[in-house]
Nanobody, 123 residues
Framework: QVQLVESGGGWVQPGGSLRLSCAAS????????MGWFRQAPGKEREFVAT???????SHANSVKGRFTISRDNAKNTLSLQMNNLKPEDTGIYYC?????????????????WGQGIQVTVSS
């Protein structure tokens, strides 16, 4: 059973920080890109960041300079350090994996999805 399990979400005030983690299990993710998507209430799901198997990264323009994706290939874990959080960052964050050597990831090519974890940024 392949699973991607997110942790580390919660509530934080604007300007604060959170670190999301994703534990992947059930198979090797060699040659997979892994990343994060998010969905705010009433909005479409959007790309956040990805990291390729060989180490290349991609971050959405809306989070560049604030979010940093990292990955431990040996442990099949993925993290997202989120700094200077804004209310518009609120939403459900999904850990994802796609069988591609590219750092970029399109929603339609995602092979595995986590169940998501809530991030709320408010005063």
């Amino acid at each position: 059973q392949v699973q991607l399990v997110e942790s580390g979400g919660g509530w934080v005030q604007p300007g604060g920080s959170l670190r999301l983690s994703c534990a992947a299990s059930g198979r090797s993710f060699e040659n997979f890109a892994m990343g994060w998507f998010r969905q705010a209430p009433g909005k479409e799901r959007e790309f956040v960041a990805t990291k390729g198997w060989l180490g290349s990264t991609s971050h959405a323009n809306s989070v560049k300079g604030r979010f940093t994706i990292s990955r431990d290939n040996a442990k099949n874990t993925l993290s997202l350090q989120m700094n200077n959080l804004k209310p518009e960052d609120t939403g459900i964050y999904y850990c994802t994996a796609a069988r591609t050597l590219r750092a970029t990831m399109f929603e339609e090519e995602v092979d595995y999805w986590g169940q998501g974890i809530q991030v709320t940024v408010s005063s």
